[in-house]
């Protein structure tokens, strides 16, 4: 039984991470945004004759950040999608015909004692009345078995968001640098 909630822990544990990753996300793009929208509206206040030659560079610059600020928004969504995938349920992945009883779980409780599309007690009832220590420990086994399955799963695709976002961060800071550098030299 420890077992079983040490992995329902786990799996709690990556959807945690998922939500960090997103809330990281949102704040990157947050900055991001703002730090473009002021790049973008910056007015030139040189001379005429500096800012001809000065034209050229900022010109490229703003090309480059806008390319960057392009790549940072594509991995912002691989990000988002990866990322929301862990939130995904995720029931009976390993073994949906298992032979376990399904005494003590809910999901696989309402799909074994159904009468008629409805769940039906009474026959859960007959059945919980004859219940052995095997039972138990079958549907524990199941359970410890298909959470495993489940946490390998979000833990990679957690691992793919994470791989996502050391890129996003990558493509955040170069789009940082090159918009503060579209405002300085304006």
Avoid: C
């Avoid at 991995?75 to 995720?90: C, D, E, G, I, Q």
């Avoid at 015909?97 to 039906?120: Q, V």
């Avoid at 410890?144 to 390998?152: D, L």
């Amino acid at each position: 039984m420890r077992s079983y909630i040490n992995i329902q822990e786990l799996i709690r544990f990556m959807d945690q991470k998922a939500g960090y990753l997103l809330a990281a996300m949102v704040l990157l793009t947050t900055a991001l945004g703002i730090v473009a929208t002021k790049a973008m509206d910056a007015s030139a206040n040189l001379t005429w004759q500096v800012n001809l030659s000065i034209t050229a560079i900022t010109d490229t610059l703003k090309v480059l950040a806008l390319v960057a600020f392009a790549a940072y928004l594509v991995l912002a969504f691989l990000v988002l999608v990866t990322a929301t995938r862990v939130y995904k349920a995720l029931p009976n992945t390993l073994n949906p015909n298992s032979t376990a009883p399904g005494l003590i779980f809910p999901l696989m409780l309402l799909e074994r004692y159904r009468k008629d599309n409805d769940a039906d007690e009474d026959s859960y009832f007959v059945r919980l009345l004859n219940v052995q220590g095997n039972d138990i420990l079958h549907d524990y086994s199941n359970q410890v078995m298909e959470t495993s399955k489940i946490y390998q799963i979000k833990q990679r695709q957690i691992n793919a968001s994470i791989r996502w976002f050391q890129y996003l961060s990558i493509a955040w800071i170069v789009s940082i640098l090159l918009f503060l550098a579209m405002t300085v030299l304006r």
